[in-house]
């Protein structure tokens, strides 16, 4: 259905692309994984010429989109796309933000336009928001209502580009959970995503990108269980890691606590572990920020499990001089809610301070 053939793509500092050539069969779902300035989004906008490439070719259902002499229009039409920003219409309702291309572009009926939109909002689980505005939906109903949009052009396939990555974590398994549905009744789809649990739930084949080129590929099982490339490994490593330098003048715990939520709901999670995150932060940094000889600076890691719901959180505490689990930094109470909430919590000394370990 799609064939790109070495393709090559270029911005001020050089190529981004090179030589980049894949082939997507009808009904498929590629997921397309990959460092940040990789050229994942830059790959997707290709397909539907958003961004032209230098060299190469693009085939849709056998036609070169690259050609000067193609009716690019006619051939978008085949092709959806949900972004990360929803980009929905602030000034038009639900209804009409649905609507709008069907009668505009594709000269459908009203009526029969309405009522299509009523059987996709239904289907995206947003039955009777028909009237309100973008300003009265929250994220996640936000990027259905774009799904349900998209839908409504009857494309023949759907480019998502990192659909949940500017979400709240509590809103991003209602729009995963629409994607899948979608790719469960065989929409061909490509999608660019940082949440590789989803990329292994939903994938047929996973684009591994890197050094401006497709550096590996294969299966979900083959890619996140059996990487056979020492970028593929180092990468799978690192986005299982959540890192972050803290320091007392900057420090906000609540941004802290949401950064960390979201990171990890990207994995297998539990209620009581996004609770422990809002309780470290209460009960184990801010007494040890706070504290007249507490920390001055500290860096928090999250490495979340790929198939369990078995994360480990580490705090290096530099410059400390005595247990940060004991008082004068913690009481009694401080840990017994830690203890409570984790499976096991210790600290143990290091050259320049302490690092405290957090079974979640």
């Not at 349900?148 to 979400?167: G, K, N, Q």
């Not at 497709?214 to 180092?234: A, C, V």
């Amino acid at each position: 259905m799609i064939d790109i053939r070495n393709i090559t793509k270029s911005f001020e500092n050089g190529p981004i692309l090179e030589n980049v050539s894949l082939n997507i069969k009808k009904g498929e779902t590629i997921v397309i994984i990959g460092g940040s300035g990789c050229g994942k989004s830059t790959l997707l906008r290709c397909i539907n010429r958003l961004i032209t490439p230098e060299k190469g070719e693009i085939y849709i259902d056998g036609e070169n989109i690259l050609d000067p002499n193609i009716d690019i229009d006619k051939v978008r039409r085949k092709m959806g796309m949900v972004y990360q920003h929803f980009n929905l219409f602030s000034h038009l309702n639900i209804l009409e933000n649905i609507i709008l291309a069907p009668v505009e572009v594709n000269k459908m009926n009203r009526e029969d336009a309405i009522a299509e939109a009523k059987q996709l909002l239904n289907r995206v689980g947003l039955s009777g928001k028909e009237y309100q505005m973008p300003s009265q939906l929250s994220g996640g109903q936000k990027q259905r209502v774009a799904i349900a949009r998209t839908l409504a052009m009857h494309p023949e396939v759907i480019l998502f580009d990192e659909p949940t990555s500017a979400l709240d974590p509590t809103m991003v398994d209602e729009v995963e959970n629409v994607i899948k549905d979608l790719v469960d009744e065989g929409m061909t789809s490509v999608i660019v995503t940082h949440e590789m649990r989803f990329a292994r739930n939903v994938g047929s084949r996973v684009i591994f990108l890197a050094n401006r080129h497709i550096y590996e590929e294969g299966t979900p099982n083959e890619i996140f269980d059996h990487p056979q490339k020492p970028l593929t490994q180092r990468f799978l490593y690192r986005s299982r890691m959540f890192e972050k330098e803290l320091l007392k003048e900057s420090l906000d715990l609540y941004s802290l606590s949401s950064e960390m939520k979201k990171f990890l709901s990207g994995y297998q999670y539990s209620n009581e572990q996004l609770k422990l995150i809002s309780i470290i932060d209460d009960e184990l940094l801010y007494p040890l920020f706070n504290h007249p000889e507490g920390v001055e600076n500290a860096t928090i890691r999250l490495l979340c499990s790929d198939n369990s719901t078995s994360h480990m959180m580490q705090i290096y505490l530099p410059s400390i001089k005595s247990d940060p689990l004991k008082e004068p930094y913690l009481d009694e109470l401080n840990i017994n809610i830690l203890e409570h909430f984790s499976h096991f919590v210790f600290s143990k000394p290091t050259e320049n301070g302490y690092i405290v370990n957090i079974q979640m």
